[in-house]
């Protein structure tokens, strides 16, 4: 059975840092390409990064580009997404999801595919606040 879980989330101050995980279980996490996307209150739902198979390329949406880092760790089947120079935009609830198919890179295609039929976790909230 595939499972994500989420996990890192909290209140932090402007400024701050916090590394979001996503432990996955049910296949090979190396295979798949991961991606996090975020949704605030009242917002659609965002594209924040993705990681492709096999320590393939990354995406970084226009937002958090430069403070955010992913990263995959097969040993110990977690996805990290490091968030530094939070601001209070930044301020959501965030998921990660793995594509529905094996071997991909992260493309628009990789990243609606998992958007839309790919397995989702059920979210850890970042609160970015003084």
């Known amino acids: 059975q595939v499972q994500l879980v989420e996990s890192g989330g909290g209140l932090v101050q402007p400024g701050g840092s916090l590394r979001l995980a996503c432990v996955v279980s049910?296949?090979?996490?190396?295979?798949?390409?991961i991606g996090w996307f975020r949704q605030a209150p009242g917002k659609e739902r965002e594209r924040v990064s993705c990681i492709g198979s096999s320590h393939g390329n990354t995406y970084y949406g226009d937002s958090v580009k430069g403070r955010f880092t992913i990263s995959r760790h097969n040993d110990n089947n977690t996805v990290y997404l490091q968030m530094d120079t939070l601001k209070p935009e930044d301020t959501a609830v965030y998921y990660c999801a793995a594509d529905l198919e094996p071997f991909h890179l992260c493309s628009d295609a990789t990243i609606n595919r998992m958007s839309v039929d790919g397995s989702w976790g059920q979210g850890t909230q970042v609160t970015v606040s003084s």
């Open positions: 049910g296949f090979t996490l190396d295979y798949y390409a």
